[in-house]
């Protein structure tokens, strides 16, 4: 059931984000703050996540960062102790590229969602795809990343952590 809640308060921030402005305007119509905190997440996900940077998430992240994902455990260090086994790209790109880039991206308050377009098999016909949309949501304090809430559903034992 908290799960239930989380992706309907991620999927009702995103709508009232989107129905506020177009795509094209997003930016215009978001405080400085909110901007700021845009980028942030942005060059978290550029720099921790696509270039696989460890050190970043000492820059990025609460130390006691609450993680909503229902198969990561809390704070940075299970972030950092991910990424400091992958091998990072070196120089980080100035920009994420395309098939890293969110299709919606905004912030409202210390809120900042990422919408990400994703296509997976059809669990009725396997021989068919189907697109679907999923997010990651992010709540800034103190100039880092607090919260974390995803699209992930619970795992089996064994069958890897949802998004790394």
Known sequence: MALFKIKMLGGALALLAIGCAPASAQSKNMTGQEQKNLKMVLDWWREGFVAGHAEAADKYLAENMIQHNPNFP??????????????????????????NTPAKAFAKGDYVVLI?????????????????????LFRVENGQLAEHW???????????????
């Open 116 to 136: 990400w377009e994703r296509e997976a098999k059809d669990p009725a016909d396997p021989s068919k795809m189907y697109k679907y949309n999923d997010f990651d």
């Open 74 to 99: 809390q704070g940075r260090a299970p972030v950092k102790a991910i990424l400091s086994r992958r091998t990072p790209v070196n120089p980080i790109p100035a920009t994420l590229p395309p098939q």
């Open 150 to 164: 995803d699209g992930a559903m619970k795992n089996a034992p064994g069958a890897g952590r949802g998004k790394e």
